[in-house]
Nanobody, 125 residues
Framework: QVQLVESGGGLVQAGGSLRLSCAAS????????MGWFRQAPGKEREFVAG????????RYADSVKGRFTISRDNAKNTVFLQMNSLKPEDTAKYHC??????????????????WGQGTQVTVSS
């Protein structure tokens, strides 16, 4: 069982930056591919970014490519999401997720077995 706790959300003006962190405990962190998803009010939870077990492969939603960067530190059991050039449409609750994979980057919600409670990101115009 893996527990995930996100932090780093907040209120930022359009064009600004935030760095989200997700600390994992209770499992072998390097056994898991990690992902970030977001959910705005009234909308489906959507994939934002994913990273494989050793950070060698990443994948991004088209809406965040070139602005967001996912990374991980297996020694610290933490995954990060650096968000630059934020837009009002990035406003959502951001969740990290863990899925068992030692090879692939995961991107589907059903691939992930463990989820954090989320951290709110609000971008003002």
């Amino acid at each position: 069982q893996v527990q995930l706790v996100e932090s780093g959300g907040g209120l930022v003006q359009a064009g600004g930056s935030l760095r989200l962190s997700c600390a994992a405990s209770g499992g072998t962190f390097s056994s898991y591919a990690m992902g970030w998803f977001r959910q705005a009010p009234g909308k489906e939870r959507e994939f934002v970014a994913g990273i494989n077990w050793n950070g060698g492969s990443t994948r991004y939603a088209d809406s965040v490519k070139g602005r967001f960067t996912i990374s991980r530190d297996n020694a610290k059991n933490t995954v990060f999401l650096q968000m630059n050039s934020l837009k009002p449409e990035d406003t959502a609750k951001y969740h990290c997720a863990a899925g068992y994979s030692r090879v692939a980057v995961l991107a589907s919600r059903t691939d992930f077995a463990f989820w954090g409670q989320g951290t709110q990101v609000t971008v003002s115009s």
